[in-house]
């Protein structure tokens, strides 16, 4: 498999460090109470995190999208809601630097990097998600500038970002639909504001919310890659990393949920032994485990294509819906491991329970996963 | 024999000694008198992180320049590029295989022409590595360069001029001592936390300078490195011993204190 260099084994003690002296000792507070990590992200910024995967051209550092995964299912397995402050950022900034004119990439990329502006991506409305070439939000060309209006939701950094990859209807008649959909840099201004933080069952500490667009003027220049009718295609072409990332995230996930019961489960007696001597709890820490070493396996593959630019978009697609999956039943697993102390708040089994059922709805849900994967398994390999 | 940097300008040049030393978390075995060095992985000195990080506060304050030095194999170029990636300026790696089995002497024998090819205000090392937990190599330095040394500082309360303040922790309590630059200073671990090497960091430590030099490069007679010109030897090497498994007492506390004070003083027989 991919060996690590010096500088990737460098990165990773640094990670580790910052999970271990900053993230561990507050998590549990934070999360409960939700509140918004600014230390954590201030760290973050220092390390150069919003900037991991952003060019060095343009101020970032570049890191493979292997060694990128690694280190998200690192943070993820100490917090998953860090992992959400950087990730669709950096989809964003992904978004700029493959399909941005050269002016817009000088101009964002590098304050993009150090994190002194921060977003993420605003796609979903509160009337589809999924089905995104029906979203409603438009934006009226006017001489230098378009006018944009209509609603997002459960946007991911929306009240602490400040810029976002926004996804809209330039032509509302097009067909087929995409042809009309755009992508647009939105900086915070007149017009677009936040109505409401929403609330939720995990994923706390990381803001979701809802942003309204009321006649928001935004200059023509704005619109990335300067050519209306490519947004959904720009979009979509981003949530190959986000995938990838997602599946890193499960994988954090559900090596944490294992690592908690495998140490819970040696010390932990009942009946005079060790439940990890009595033979249920043995197949679901085997099972555990098999799947943390499977969706390890998935990213890790998915990953090494995507840097080689090979083709990964089904294979992305298998990992997050393979690692997202394993996160969910090891949280599960992990919770009846624990008995109840498993369901106490003191303990993080209860937040990985919570946090896992959104790794199978965000960036594509997984019953549409699905779909694409077995359309992608029938276009190449047809009889 | 001074190696005083001009400091009129305020400016502050600061050598920091480090080691790449075998991770002592790990399980370290030994077989046949020696570590077992298959399979272990190596890290910088824990109290050379602690020197490291003193330097680069020092340099936030009075500019100047932070160079470290190591002594070691190929692979000690890691904990080099560490320190690079932390914020140090330059590396000196002295790598030849004639140094190996050096005793504290040889390390400061070998720093001593290395570190006076340049001008310098201040050296900083750990109190000791974390290998060997020797200790000798900082004081036996700053013995042949004819200067000053702190050892154990847990503090650097003040650098101004020409002289230096730092706090130490010695045998009866806090000692705050002043010393004339240049000056050597080894670092208790509780001198500061030593930074994060950044991301940004470790991909810029690659255009950072790193010399490597040979003995020969440094004038240095093999003979009197190494295990050729060691003085001392270690003549066996000892696993610790096992600790034996600690006994839990259950019950009310009245009880177990009973059984427990029985013990220790029948059993352990610690009151003699
Ligand atoms: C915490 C959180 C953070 C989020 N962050 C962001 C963000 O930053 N930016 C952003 O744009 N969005 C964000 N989202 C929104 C998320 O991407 C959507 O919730 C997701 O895409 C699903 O869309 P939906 O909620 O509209 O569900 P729907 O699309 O209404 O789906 C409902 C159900 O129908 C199923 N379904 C839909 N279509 C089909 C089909 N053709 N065949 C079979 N089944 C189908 C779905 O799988 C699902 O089970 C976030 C959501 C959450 C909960």
Redesign the interface.
């Given at each position: 498999m991919t060996s690590l260099t010096?500088?990737d084994?460098?990165?990773l003690?640094?990670i580790d460090?910052?999970i271990e002296?900053e993230v561990k000792p507050q998590v549990r507070e934070l999360e409960h109470d939700d509140i918004y990590p600014a230390d954590l992200v201030e760290t973050m910024k220092?390390?150069?995190?919003f900037?991991?995967t952003i060019a060095?051209e343009y101020g970032g550092?570049?890191?493979s999208t292997t060694l990128y995964a690694k280190i998200v299912e690192r943070i993820a397995a100490a917090w998953m809601s860090l992992t959400g402050i950087f990730n669709s950022h950096l989809i964003m900034a992904a978004a700029v630097q493959r399909f941005g004119t050269e002016a817009q990439r000088r101009e964002f990329l590098p304050k993009f990097a150090t994190g002194e502006m921060r977003g993420g991506l605003a796609l979903t409305e509160p009337d589809c998600g999924t089905d995104l070439q029906a979203i409603r939000t438009t934006a009226v060309r006017e001489r230098d500038h378009y006018v944009i209006n209509g609603t997002k939701t459960w946007i991911s950094n929306g009240i602490q970002g400040q810029i976002f990859a926004l996804l809209v209807k330039t032509d509302t008649t097009a067909e087929p639909r995409h042809r009309g959909m755009s992508l647009f840099l939105a900086e915070k201004g007149k017009g677009f504001t936040v109505s409401r933080k929403l609330e939720k069952l995990g994923y706390k500490g990381i803001d979701s919310a809802e942003l309204v667009f009321e006649d928001y003027a935004v200059p023509a220049d704005r619109l990335i890659g300067g050519e209306e009718g490519l947004g959904l295609k720009h979009t979509l072409s981003g949530l190959e990393l986000g995938r990838i990332n997602v599946a890193a995230r499960g994988v954090g996930l559900a090596r944490a949920a294992l690592d908690e019961s495998l140490a819970y489960a040696q010390v932990r007696k009942t009946f005079g032994k060790p439940i990890c001597e009595h033979q249920s709890i043995q197949i679901m820490l085997a099972d555990m485990a098999t799947r943390v070493k499977a969706a390890q396996l998935m990213v890790e593959s998915a990953a090494a294509a995507y840097d080689k630019g090979e083709r990964c978009d089904m294979e992305a697609g298998m990992a997050k819906l393979f690692a997202s999956e394993a996160a969910l039943t090891n949280a599960t697993d992990a919770m009846r491991i624990h008995g109840g102390y498993g369901y106490s708040k003191e303990f993080n089994i209860e937040r990985y329970y919570r946090d896992a059922p959104l790794l199978c709805i965000g960036e594509g849900t997984n019953e549409i996963q699905r779909i694409i994967i077995s359309r992608q398994l029938v276009e190449r390999n047809p009889v | 024999m001074r190696h005083r940097a001009d400091f009129s300008g305020g400016e502050l040049n600061v050598i920091v000694l480090i080691k790449h030393v075998i991770d002592v978390e790990l399980n370290v075995r030994v077989r046949d008198g020696s570590v077992v060095q298959d399979g272990m992985t190596y890290v910088l000195s824990k109290w050379d992180e602690n020197a490291i990080e003193a330097a680069l506060v020092l340099k936030d304050a009075h500019d100047g320049e932070v160079t470290a030095v190591t002594i070691g194999p190929e692979r000690s170029g890691e904990s080099l590029r560490k320190a690079l990636a932390m914020g140090v300026d330059k590396g000196v790696h002295i790598n030849d295989p004639a140094t190996e089995g050096s005793d504290s002497m040889g390390y400061a024998r070998i720093l001593a022409k290395t570190v006076t090819r340049q001008p310098y205000d201040l050296i900083l090392a750990g109190r000791q590595s974390q290998d060997t937990d020797q200790g000798g190599t900082g004081p036996m330095l700053a013995e042949l360069l004819n200067i000053p040394l702190v050892g154990n500082v847990v503090e650097i309360a003040a650098v101004d001029g020409t002289k230096l303040t730092a706090h130490r922790n010695g045998d009866a309590g806090k000692e705050v001592v002043e010393v004339t630059l240049p000056a050597l200073l080894t670092a208790n671990d509780s001198l500061n936390e030593p930074r994060l090497a950044s991301l940004r960091g470790i991909m810029a430590a690659k255009n950072k300078p790193m010399e490597i030099l040979t003995l020969a490069d440094l004038e240095i007679d093999p003979a009197t490195v190494g295990a050729a010109g060691a003085g001392t030897e270690v003549v066996e090497m000892q696993p610790p011993r096992a600790r034996a498994a600690g006994q839990k007492f259950e019950g009310a506390p009245e009880e177990i204190t009973k059984e427990v004070m029985g013990l220790l003083v029948n059993e352990a027989k610690i009151f003699g």
């Open positions: 010096n500088d084994t460098l990165i003690e640094t460090r910052f002296r220092g390390l150069g995190l900037g991991a060095p550092l570049g890191l | -």
